[in-house]
């Protein structure tokens, strides 16, 4: 079974840094793309980045363009989004997600549990 | 990048009525559209991708259609269960750009 596991969440300052994790299982990690979506309290989905099976190749919402660095570690299954110069409109639930196929980058499932991030001074 | 325009943004509907939802991307996509859904408190969950094509498990209730820009997600016989949010997505190219959710809610 796929499961996917994010962590890092938490509460962070203005212009802090934060970096969350998502571990995988029950799938060859290095295979598939993974993204990284974000849900603002109350609000929709909004997709955030992505990076192709072996992370040779990386694209990022221009919201968070120059400010957010997704990047892989297949030794270890896990994916991470690195999170630096934070503003009040990144809080939000921060989901991981599996690509479905090994042709398509966009199509994603399963989600992970998400992990709250909440910016605010 | 490309938008993704969701209508309704709610529907109030009865279990066992057929709801339809209606996505409009900014540009063509081809098929590459998908339809999520999300249940409040819960990761969204992935119901069709290339358009047409249903995730094995899901109930054949759930169908889409579309081309190019405009897609259609349609539930009919409403269930109990299919009480929540759903969500477009294009996955021609990048960003892969969501719409802004539809709620069905219960009549």
């Known amino acids: 079974e796929v499961q996917l596991l994010e962590s890092g969440g938490g509460l962070v300052q203005p212009g802090e840094s934060l970096r969350v994790s998502c571990a995988a299982s029950g799938f060859t990690f290095s295979n598939y793309a993974m993204t990284w979506v974000r849900q603002a309290p109350g609000k929709g989905l909004e997709w955030v980045s992505v990076?192709?099976?072996?992370?040779?190749?990386?694209h990022y919402a221009d919201s968070v363009k120059g400010r957010f660095t997704i990047s892989r570690d297949d030794s270890k299954n896990t994916l991470y989004l690195q999170m630096n110069n934070l503003r009040a409109e990144d809080t939000a639930v921060y989901y991981c997600?599996?690509?479905?196929?090994?042709?398509?980058?966009?199509?994603?499932?399963?989600w992970g549990q998400g992990t709250l991030v909440t910016v605010s001074s | 990048d490309i938008q993704m325009t969701q209508s309704p943004s709610s529907v109030s509907a009865s279990v066992g009525d057929r709801v339809t939802i209606t996505c409009r991307a900014s540009q063509s996509i081809r098929s590459w559209s998908a339809w999520y859904q999300q249940k409040p408190g819960k990761a969204p969950k992935l119901l069709i991708y290339?358009?047409?094509s249903l995730l094995s498990g899901v109930p054949s209730r759930f169908s889409g259609s579309g081309s190019g820009t405009e897609f259609t997600l349609t539930i009919n016989s409403l269930q109990p269960e299919d009480f929540a949010t759903y969500y477009c997505?294009?996955?021609?190219?990048?960003?892969?750009?969501f719409g802004q959710g539809t709620k069905v809610e219960i009549k």
């Open positions: 997505q294009q996955a021609n190219s990048f960003p892969h750009t």
């Open positions: 990076i192709s099976g072996g992370g040779g190749s990386t």
């Open positions: 997600a599996k690509a479905v196929f090994h042709w398509n980058d966009g199509v994603v499932d399963p």
């Open positions: 290339a358009t047409s």
